[in-house]
């Protein structure tokens, strides 16, 4: 079976200050892995995905991210925040169609 | 170029009422999924479909919810007499493709509230 967990519930963060937000998962085989974004009131936006490969992932809105089988995680990061960031974060995991997401982590930006 | 269209973007129904939730993918989108989010929970996979097909259901409650995606139409996911509990927020999503090679694009949601 497969799962996701996000250890952080909420985060804040200051305007400029790096961000980084966890996720492990739990998955049989090579995972597929994602970050979604959702701003309030809108649907899941992709940030980036892994498939194979390069284990650092580029994704837009300057966030990246790292698998490490070792450790069964694939952390997002940004290295300067911009309020435009504050939203909740959503960990994936995939299997053949199916996504199984994290409970999310909100994160607040504060000036 | 239009995503992934939800209507309605909030629905409010009775207890007992039924409620339809609409989804038209994106253009060149031919697989369509339902998820559900229930308050401060991630999304759960429901139903996977094609047109006029249901290929994975697995995640739909046994009672009351059916999706369809006719041939012509967008995507129907139906509740029938709703309870408190079904009060979430609804996301579809279409692909073009159903592999994990395919990301899904995902609308903006309709939030049921069951009073």
């Known amino acids: 079976a497969q799962s996701v967990t996000q250890p952080d519930i909420h985060i804040t963060v200051s305007e400029g200050a790096s961000l980084e937000l966890r996720c492990n998962y739990s998955y049989g085989a090579t995972p597929y892995l994602f970050w979604y974004v959702q701003s309030p009131g809108q649907g899941l936006q992709l940030l980036l995905k892994?498939?194979?490969?390069?284990?650092l992932v580029q994704g837009i809105k300057g966030f990246e991210a790292e698998f490490k089988r070792s450790q069964s995680s694939f952390n997002l990061r940004k290295p300067s925040v911009h309020w435009s960031d504050a939203a909740e974060y959503f960990c994936?995991?995939?299997?053949?169609?199916?996504?199984?997401f994290g409970a999310g982590t909100t994160v607040t930006v504060r000036a | 170029n239009a995503g992934v269209m939800q209507n309605p973007r909030h629905l409010v129904r009775r207890r007992g009422q039924e409620a339809r939730l609409r989804c038209s993918p994106m253009k060149g989108h031919s697989h369509v999924y339902w998820y559900r989010q229930l308050p401060e929970e991630g999304l759960k996979f429901m139903v996977y479909?094609?047109?006029?097909?249901?290929?994975?259901e697995s995640g739909m409650p046994k009672e009351r919810f059916s999706a369809e995606f006719p041939k012509e139409g967008p995507s129907i996911l139906r509740i029938q007499q709703v309870v408190r509990g079904d009060s979430a927020a609804y996301f579809c999503?279409?692909?073009?493709?159903?592999?994990?090679?395919?990301?899904?694009?995902f609308g903006n949601g309709t939030r049921l509230t069951v009073t």
């Open positions: 892994y498939f194979s490969g390069d284990t």
């Open positions: 994936a995991v995939g299997a053949d169609y199916k996504l199984s």
């Open positions: 479909l094609q047109k006029e097909n249901i290929i994975d």
């Open positions: 999503a279409s692909s073009p493709e159903g592999t994990d090679n395919s990301p899904l694009h």
